[in-house]
C-alpha cells in the first residue's frame, strides 16, 4: 500500500510565495511520474505541473514562469514552489504519483489534497 500525505498549503497574500510538498511512503520500489493537480470551487481537476524521475518537467500555462516543481527520489518528495500567486491560484491542490510498488504492480496514488487561498 502507498500513500501520499501533502503539507504547506495555507493562506497567502496575492504576489505572494508558498510552498507545498508531498511525501510517498509505504511499498514503493520506484516512483516514475509525480504531479500537482489543482480544482479550484466548481471547477474539474487541472494539471499544474509534473516531473519524470529524471527530472523533466512541464507546466500547466497558466503557471509558467512563476511555479517550480523538483523531487527528491530518496526521499520519495515532490515539491511545488509557487510565487507570484493570484487570486485565480486558490484550489485544493492535489499530489499525484505514477509508483512501481515492490510486489511489482503499478498504482496510481492521490493524495488527499492541501487547500491554497490567495486573499488579501
Known amino acids: 500500500q502507498v500513500q501520499l500525505v501533502e503539507s504547506g498549503g495555507g493562506l497567502v497574500q496575492p504576489e505572494g510565495s508558498l510552498r507545498v510538498s508531498c511525501a510517498a511512503s509505504?511499498?514503493?520500489?520506484?516512483?516514475?511520474?509525480m504531479g500537482w493537480y489543482r480544482q479550484a470551487p466548481g471547477k474539474e481537476r487541472v494539471l499544474v505541473a509534473r516531473i519524470t524521475h529524471s527530472g523533466s518537467t512541464n507546466y500547466a500555462d497558466s503557471v509558467k514562469g512563476r511555479f517550480t516543481i523538483s523531487r527528491d527520489n530518496a526521499k520519495n518528495t515532490v515539491y511545488l514552489q509557487m510565487n507570484v500567486l493570484k487570486p485565480e491560484d486558490t484550489a485544493v491542490y492535489y499530489c499525484n504519483a505514477a509508483v512501481v510498488t515492490r510486489a511489482g504492480t503499478f498504482l496510481e496514488v492521490w493524495g488527499q489534497g492541501t487547500l491554497v487561498t490567495v486573499s488579501s
Open positions: 509505504g511499498s514503493i520500489l520506484s516512483i516514475n511520474v
